[in-house]
Each structure stands twice: as C-alpha cells, then as structure tokens.
C-alpha cells in the first residue's frame, strides 16, 4: 500500500511540474471571436425586475424577442394594469410618483426595457438628481424600483415595500477593470 502511495503521489508531482512548465516555445495565436451562426435572443432585462415584475407570464416570450423601439407601443397597458394593480401609491387618478411621472408615463418608460447611457455625464441608476442616465456597480437599482413603484410623490408611501433592505455588495468592488468584486 505504501508503494502505491508513492507511487501516485509521484505520478502527481511529475504531472504537475509538467503542466506548470515555463516553456515559452509554443506562442498561442490570438483568434478573432467567431459570429458565424444563427443566434436567437432568449431574454432581455435592460433594467433589472421590470421584465419580471411588469410582463405577464403568457407574454414573456413575446416581451423577450420584441425590439425595444416597439416595446412600449406593444406592452404599455399591460404594464399600467400590472401597475396599477400592484401598486397602492397609483390608487388614485393623478397619482404620481417622486419623479413626478403618473402610472401611464411611468410605465412607457418602463415597457422601453433598456438600459439608458450617459456618455458626457453621471451614469447612475437614481442620484436623487440623475435618473436612468446609466447604472454604476453600486447603485442600489432593486430599491430605486421599488421607491418608484410603492414610494408615491415623496418616497414615503408604502414603506414596508420601498425597500428591498440590501445595502451594499457582499464583497467591495474593485477600483480598477473589471471592477466587479474579486470571487469569494
């Protein structure tokens, strides 16, 4: 038993110095990524939640394969009803929001499910000044959402469901690419 002990952990140390080696010889040659193929979309969620909170479930597939320029033209009043019916802060006509946008200027923006870019500015997902200008990795977007959706004109309607109560990434993000935290 002793020799195939040895024997193994041999056969382990010689596989490893191996594959470890420091043999420049072998220069790999860079690729170019290959698109050939037909390639189809299976979801899109440009902002997180709203395609899961706002699209019914007998239209997800539709929702997921539809341009964003046609988006709001096609699933608009699906997502005012899926509003109105969810949200206690539209209960009332003229009901708005903090951005002072009522249920059916909301949720147009919304059905244009995308992710808006600001090349010359802030990019954040809510600054309490920018809105929708892009999303930075600390942004709390969940939360924005819900203080849109629940919060009313001033954020304090509906408390117990404006806040999603995630306050910060499990690990700091780093400070330079790829900026996203290191893995566990």
């Not at 499910?113 to 942004?139: E, I, P």
Request: include cysteine; hydrophobic fraction near 40%.
């Amino acid at each position: 038993m002793k020799t195939i002990k040895i024997l193994a952990t041999a056969a382990l140390f010689t596989l490893t110095m191996f594959n470890c080696s420091n043999d420049n010889d072998d220069k790999m040659t860079p690729m170019d990524p290959d698109f050939s193929g037909t390639y189809t979309q299976q979801d899109q969620i440009g902002r997180p939640a709203v395609n899961t909170v706002f699209v019914s479930s007998s239209s997800k597939d539709a929702f997921n394969v539809t341009t964003p320029s046609q988006q709001n033209a096609m699933f608009q009043s699906m997502f005012q009803s899926n509003l109105e019916a969810l949200s206690p802060a539209y209960a009332n006509a003229g009901d708005k929001n903090a951005l002072g946008l009522d249920a059916a200027t909301f949720t147009g923006l919304l059905a244009t499910d995308v992710l808006n870019v600001s090349l010359d500015g802030t990019t954040t997902f809510y600054d309490g000044t920018n809105v929708l200008t892009g999303r930075a990795l600390n942004d709390d977007v969940i939360t924005v959402e819900l203080l849109l959706i629940f919060g009313g004109e001033d954020f304090s309607e509906n408390p117990g469901l404006s806040d999603d109560h995630v306050d910060g990434n499990d690990k700091a993000f780093l400070t330079s690419f790829p900026y996203l935290a290191s893995p566990w």
